[in-house]
T-cell receptor, first 112, second 111 residues
């Protein structure tokens, strides 16, 4: 089944404790991206990747890191999480930049 | 980056009625897409309309695009309770930038 998976789905952590949210797609898509969704602010892009080893900042990249060592995986890293990073996070993939986006199920992160 | 803006922010209708949502944007686009999101879940792609198209249909969905007014509308006919969700437009502008999503319209269909 074609899909985007994210793990974990739910995470409660404390300020400053490094964490990684994994994202994997099985559709051989070139393009992958990370979004955060907050009430009243809609969906905002954090980082995106056009291809392996090519990543770029989105609208809200501060406090986040990404890597794209393999085509299928695009992990999101929070080196030192803070409470303002409490949010619902989505990974998405697409055959190309402006194509149909396939979204993962989301990761609900709470930083205390 | 530009952002599509959906209107209204929230819409409540009775089952069987039609629902219309609008999206306005500021700069020229290559395509515009509509997505649905059930509460707390990932967005699901509904339809893509290119800048040289004026109307597209998919089942009970009808999307129009008016590039002169920089706006698009999504019509859901004969709505069902299962259509209750948030609906987002996403625009691809003419540059090499990522898709930009609006803040969405929250649709409630009451049985």
């Amino acid at each position: 089944e074609a899909q985007v998976t994210q793990n974990p789905r739910y995470l409660i952590t404390v300020t400053g404790k490094k964490l990684t949210v994994t994202c994997s797609q099985n559709m051989n898509h070139e393009y992958m991206s990370w979004y955060r969704q907050d009430p009243g602010l809609g969906l905002r892009q954090i980082y995106y990747s056009m291809n392996v080893e090519v990543t770029d900042k989105g609208d809200v990249p501060e406090g986040y890191k990404v890597s794209r060592k393999e085509k299928r995986n695009f992990p999101l890293i929070l080196e030192s999480p803070s409470p303002n990073q409490t949010s619902l996070y989505f990974c998405a993939s697409s055959p190309y930049r402006a194509g149909e986006q396939f979204f993962g199920p989301g990761t609900r992160l709470t930083v205390l | 980056s530009q952002q599509g803006e959906e209107d209204p922010q929230a819409l409540s209708i009775q089952e069987g009625e039609n629902a219309t949502m609008n999206c306005s944007y500021k700069t020229s686009i290559n395509n515009l897409q509509w997505y649905r999101q059930n509460s707390g879940r990932g967005l699901v792609h509904l339809i893509l309309i290119r800048s040289n198209e004026r109307e597209k249909h998919s089942g009970r969905l009808r999307v129009t695009l008016d590039t002169s007014k920089k706006s698009s509308s999504l019509l859901i006919t004969a709505s069902r309770a299962a259509d209750t969700a948030s609906y987002f437009c996403a625009t691809d502008d003419s540059g090499n930038t990522p898709l930009v999503f609006g803040k969405g319209t929250r649709l409630s269909v009451i049985a």
